[in-house]
């Protein structure tokens, strides 16, 4: 069940190829408090630029998504574009502008083909409430091959609530923020101020710790909107639900990042990349996502080959200092590296890696900071999907 | 013809899969001025270590090279047996253990097999002039598919001298050096200061301006030896035949760096990547690597996919300061993106890239500096191979 007062939609407009949805609205019955992250690639989609000047209101009530088209690339008239459906979409809901958000997921560089858009846009409106999270989550697919939603309850005081969030992304995913779309909803009661902060933390524990090809997109967004119907007291800081209401969201964020690394594009396995040991949090991430990000590493990790020494090189070019004599290196509970040698144990870590989700931990020992992170084996299937992506 | 004084063996020591020669000698029959490079990975094989101290010396005679085994995270042990080796062809040769170097390549982490080295060393001294350089070049392949030799003469005076280089290098290839093994010889009499200089220059505008995946090896190394063995007055920054060695060394190197990439694991295409408008050096080689590095543009170059928003994409990340509305962007002859916008000629260009030479151009239109690097496309070998590579 989708969170109280918001209404779905989505249609056929002959972005993407026939026969499959690729226009969706998002609406809360009533005003709601908005808050967002975006992408951190300087070359930032037409969409991605009206958001961003939008959300500084911290209110919200429609989110208008395309895709097969990520209107990036497009210059004027990609903002043109993006504000024109915006006007389209607030004008038949009968709401201001400034309260609808748009995004776009799909090919970079071509104009939105708003001659195909522009008539579909009373259907979309018309067909509020007939469609569910589950069809605007399948809408909103590009290289996906299953649609991705969340939902936790949480009790305040005598109520339930509910947070519920759905993404899309399976390539192009980097931290901060790659070619994913995310939007989270809650009935619940929230300060936008609160909002915007425990939605930070959630995203930064989560989509900013999940890596399937290094690669960062020009669109990336994530919105929630907390529209407040629940009729709890606010939730703030200070008040008691807050630890709650984060603990939920973080758990909504974490399993759709999940989800997002376990469709990366032609994976076929899931793997928890553990730094510890590191002299800092930063040095931890650096040095993880090094692993993480290595063609050889990940290579290997497809070919069930427990290639610790390319776990070491990665680990050498870093940037963050490390004592290869002092690194311990695990895959499952097999130390493989002890500091810095191999223990010979490589044939059973081989074994480890033929299952479908794998932990690897890296102990630095020079100091007490660590970082997690999800990633995925690299396949000749990601190659061919996106070699082929645009035929 | 290798230059005069040189002499090369290669013999089967059972590092590699039987029946193929994985020992290898070069052999100066004076003393040379040597001057080398090395990997800039924080985890340094033993080999290099032990080539770093020797090379302050800037003298040598031999060079032994291994393949199948990269001693590297190999801990003290990896220590002694690259002194051990290096100390056995000296006994051998009747040399200072100081004037040997030594290189290996292959798998991280496992000891030298060094009983089956041993027994193996005096067949290797016994065989100097009885191998050529291509058995050489051979010997010390790992993944590559064909040996890699260039030659060039120079008149210095009334005298013909020769400068001739071998490389292996194929996959982990980086700038900064990747595992790349180069080996430079010279019958040309040259002050080791003035060799040490053009050495570097050469490396920094060649080896240093490749990448096939963006790893970086723990055992890169580049030698050259110059003997002086034809007798010119020595090579000095002021002498009359400087710019030609230098230009002629450099000619060595970039054509050396052009095969490995020729040769990039499972590549199909060679591809030279230009940034140019950029308002410093340093930003157009930061925004150059940030694209030849994507694996979504690699896979789209290999899917003869003018995906020019990939090349926009990772321009936005590399985090040099761009401006999307000032970039142009050329396939070969065909602008694809005018300021920033797609000029609608993707299909010409699509075909640009059926070609097995491609050029990228890429106009920041910032500044004056730019930077050329080669590269190749991603394919579903380049993973077969790698998730292979132990097996």
Redesign the interface.
């Known amino acids: 069940m989708a969170p109280k007062g918001f209404l779905f939609s989505a249609v056929e407009a002959a972005i993407k190829k026939p026969g499959r949805k690729d226009l969706a609205l998002i609406y809360s019955q009533v005003e709601a408090a908005v808050a967002g992250t975006f992408t ?5 989609a037409a969409p991605v630029q009206l958001d961003m000047k939008r959300i500084g209101s911290g209110r919200g009530q429609a989110i208008v998504i395309n895709s097969g088209n ?1 209107n ?4 004027k008239k990609g903002l043109q574009d993006a504000d024109e459906m915006t006007r389209l979409i607030a004008n038949n809901l009968n709401i201001e502008p400034s309260l609808v958000y748009i995004c776009s997921t799909g ?4 104009p939105l083909p708003m001659e195909r858009i522009r008539p579909k846009i009373s259907e979309l409106i018309e067909n509020l409430g007939r469609s569910t999270m589950k069809d605007v989550a399948s809408a909103i697919m590009t290289t996906d091959t299953f649609p991705k939603i969340v939902r936790r309850k949480i009790k305040i005081g005598s109520k339930m609530g509910t947070i519920a969030g759905m993404c899309k992304g399976a ?2 995913i ?1 931290p901060n923020m790659a070619t994913m779309l995310c939007y989270i909803m809650t009935d619940i009661a929230i300060n936008q101020k609160t909002l915007d902060k425990v939605l930070n933390d959630a995203v930064r524990k989560s989509f900013n710790r999940i890596t399937v ?6 669109n990336d967004t994530v919105l929630i909107m907390a529209n407040g119907i629940l009729g709890n007291p606010q939730v703030t800081e200070k008040s008691g639900p807050y630890t709650t209401f984060k603990k939920s969201l973080y758990e909504v964020t974490s399993e759709l990042s999940r989800l997002i690394v376990k469709d990366g594009e032609g994976a076929t396995k899931l793997v928890e990349i553990e730094v510890k040991g590191a002299a800092s949090e930063a040095d931890a991430e650096r040095a993880v996502f090094s692993v993480a ?4 590493v990940k ?2 990790l ?2 069930n ?1 427990a ?4 776990i ?6 870093s940037g963050v ?2 004592k ?2 002092k690194i311990d290196i695990y895959f499952g509970d097999i130390k493989v ?1 002890d ?4 223990t010979g144990r490589d044939k059973e870590a081989n074994r480890v890696l033929k299952g479908k989700n794998i932990k690897i931990i890296i102990d630095l020992r020079l100091g007490r900071s660590s970082a997690k992170i999800l990633t995925c084996d ?3 299937d ?3 999907v ?6």
């Open positions: 951190t690639n300087t070359v930032k990520a990036a690339c497009t210059g090919v970079i560089g071509t390539g192009m980097w090809d290094g690669d960062r997109s020009t990000n290595s063609s050889l290579t290997a497809y070919g080959d290639n610790w020494g390319r070491m090189a990665a680990l050498g070019y200092h490390i290869e004599e590296t500091r810095g040698i191999g690299l396949t000749e990601y190659v061919r996106n070699a082929a992506y645009r035929t």
